[in-house]
């Protein structure tokens, strides 16, 4: 079925799945070890996939900061209020900068071998992250792989859907009492509770300092140049400008922090994932977001159980899938002299520990070799002679 732009079907269904690898591994840990409500999470972040897919009528992914979200499930001393001011500090940001114009500015000082640096190394890592997590359970994972593999010239079969279904059978098989525990869900109606007034200062201090600033960098990097680069490059028909980016990423976490939910953002990787597994529209999105919005709101006790459904090995598979989509979309589009292949192959190595670095490396490097240096006395002297010229006294 289309409507409005969008397409509503299986293929695009499965392509939602796309941003698994993603979503899952970090809703996981917020409940867990942040203690956040998974109500909170997944209502706002429903309601924001669902707006970006009318909106932007392409696979534009919402998706959890990634530094912001390392940062709090690796410290369990870190309060729920810390991540939500984060978020809340994050919006404001990036509607500043939206609307001033300085990310367009950083744009355009952003030389196109940078920004090729950045999606390659991000395919880079997200391929090595999927490979680390397809080794601890390396059956499931050679299983899936070849699934993915074979399925790819069969459209009408999408492959993520099987992966799923192939996990969930898997994850009952192997515990047999978490298809009781699934028997056992109960519906229980419950809405996010706005935070505003249970913010501290000492919230607000760690959130910013610890959490949101760290994550600036990263999110210029990522989530907004390669995401444009990325998303324009399939979508030319349907191109995003940086400052509209800028400004999503403002309106999404002034949201989803007042609501108590956690920082998000878009992504290249999200887009390469939607893509790979099927997705060519905001459908896609708009079905993702319905199933988030109804589990938060009906399911919100039972995320944790329904997680498990998803084996550790087929989140690494769709990661390796989505993170060979970016690196072959980065090759198409190396550059020609040897210069920017540099500035592209040292942006993308220090891409693979860090995108914000990276993005500061590729800028200085992009500055040093396209820069016109003096030439020294000595070159100056070796010029005139072979010109048949005297120096100057």
Same mark, same amino acid.
């Given at each position: 079925?289309?409507?409005?732009?969008? !397409?509503?079907?299986?293929?695009?269904? +499965?392509? @939602?799945? #796309?941003?698994?690898?993603?979503?899952?591994?970090?809703?996981?840990?917020?409940? @867990?070890?942040? %203690?956040?409500?998974?109500?909170?999470?997944?209502?706002?972040? #429903? &309601?924001?996939?669902?707006?970006?897919?009318?909106?932007?009528?392409?696979?534009?992914?919402?998706?959890?900061?990634?530094?912001? #979200?390392?940062?709090?499930?690796?410290?369990?001393?870190?309060?729920?209020?810390?991540?939500?001011?984060?978020?809340?500090?994050?919006?404001?940001?990036?509607?500043?900068?939206?609307?001033?114009?300085?990310?367009?500015?950083?744009?355009?000082?952003?030389?196109?071998?940078?920004?090729?640096?950045?999606?390659?190394?991000?395919?880079?890592?997200?391929?090595?992250? %999927?490979?680390?997590?397809?080794?601890?359970?390396?059956?499931?994972?050679?299983?899936?792989?070849?699934?993915?593999?074979?399925?790819?010239?069969?459209?009408?079969?999408?492959?993520?859907?099987?992966?799923?279904?192939?996990?969930?059978?898997?994850?009952?098989?192997?515990?047999?009492?978490?298809?009781?525990?699934?028997?056992? *869900?109960?519906?229980?109606?419950?809405?996010?509770?706005?935070?505003?007034?249970?913010?501290?200062?000492?919230?607000?201090?760690?959130?910013?300092?610890? =959490?949101?600033?760290?994550?600036?960098?990263?999110?210029?990097?990522?989530?907004?140049?390669?995401?444009?680069?990325?998303?324009?490059?399939?979508?030319?028909?349907?191109?995003?400008?940086?400052?509209?980016?800028?400004?999503?990423?403002?309106?999404?976490?002034? @949201?989803?922090?007042?609501?108590?939910?956690?920082?998000?953002? $878009?992504? +290249?990787?999200?887009?390469?994932?939607?893509?790979?597994?099927?997705?060519?529209?905001?459908?896609?999105?708009?079905?993702? %977001?319905?199933?988030?919005?109804?589990?938060?709101?009906?399911?919100?006790?039972?995320?944790?159980? =329904? *997680?498990?459904?998803?084996?550790? +090995?087929? &989140?690494?598979?769709?990661?390796?899938?989505?993170?060979?989509?970016?690196?072959?979309? /980065?090759?198409?589009?190396?550059?020609?002299?040897?210069?920017?292949? /540099?500035?592209? /192959?040292?942006?993308?190595?220090?891409?693979?520990?860090?995108?914000?670095?990276?993005? @500061?490396?590729?800028?200085?490097?992009?500055?040093?070799?396209?820069?016109?240096?003096?030439?020294?006395?000595?070159?100056? $002297? !070796?010029?005139?002679?072979? /010109?048949?010229?005297?120096?100057?006294?």
């Amino acid at each position: 079925m289309r409507l409005g732009g969008n !397409d509503y079907t299986v293929r695009e269904l +499965a392509g @939602a799945f #796309g941003d698994l690898g993603t979503l899952v591994p970090f809703v996981a840990g917020y409940i @867990a070890v942040s %203690g956040l409500d998974a109500t909170a999470i997944l209502v706002p972040l #429903g &309601v924001l996939q669902i707006l970006a897919g009318l909106y932007y009528r392409t696979p534009m992914p919402v998706q959890p900061m990634k530094a912001i #979200g390392s940062a709090a499930i690796s410290d369990a001393a870190i309060a729920p209020a810390a991540v939500w001011a984060s978020g809340l500090f994050t919006g404001a940001l990036w509607l500043a900068l939206g609307s001033i114009g300085v990310v367009t500015w950083l744009a355009r000082v952003t030389g196109q071998a940078v920004v090729g640096g950045l999606v390659l190394g991000l395919g880079l890592a997200l391929t090595l992250q %999927g490979l680390g997590m397809m080794r601890g359970d390396a059956l499931l994972a050679v299983v899936a792989a070849a699934l993915t593999l074979g399925l790819r010239w069969r459209p009408r079969v999408p492959a993520l859907l099987v992966l799923l279904a192939l996990g969930a059978v898997v994850a009952v098989a192997r515990d047999p009492t978490l298809a009781g525990r699934l028997g056992a *869900l109960s519906v229980s109606f419950r809405v996010p509770v706005p935070i505003l007034s249970r913010l501290g200062w000492e919230d607000v201090l760690t959130g910013v300092a610890v =959490l949101a600033l760290p994550q600036a960098a990263l999110t210029l990097g990522n989530a907004v140049l390669a995401t444009v680069h990325e998303h324009n490059a399939l979508f030319p028909a349907r191109p995003v400008t940086v400052r509209t980016l800028a400004l999503s990423h403002g309106v999404m976490n002034v @949201a989803s922090g007042a609501a108590g939910g956690i920082p998000l953002c $878009h992504g +290249a990787g999200g887009v390469a994932g939607h893509v790979r597994f099927g997705a060519r529209t905001g459908g896609a999105l708009v079905m993702m %977001g319905a199933l988030l919005l109804v589990t938060g709101l009906f399911f919100g006790d039972s995320v944790s159980i =329904l *997680l498990q459904l998803v084996p550790p +090995a087929v &989140v690494g598979t769709v990661l390796v899938f989505t993170g060979i989509e970016l690196i072959s979309g /980065a090759a198409g589009a190396w550059p020609g002299t040897a210069r920017e292949g /540099a500035v592209v /192959a040292a942006t993308a190595g220090v891409a693979l520990w860090n995108i914000g670095a990276a993005y @500061a490396v590729g800028l200085a490097l992009a500055w040093l070799t396209t820069r016109r240096w003096p030439a020294s006395e000595g070159a100056v $002297h !070796d010029a005139r002679h072979a /010109a048949g010229r005297s120096p100057e006294p």
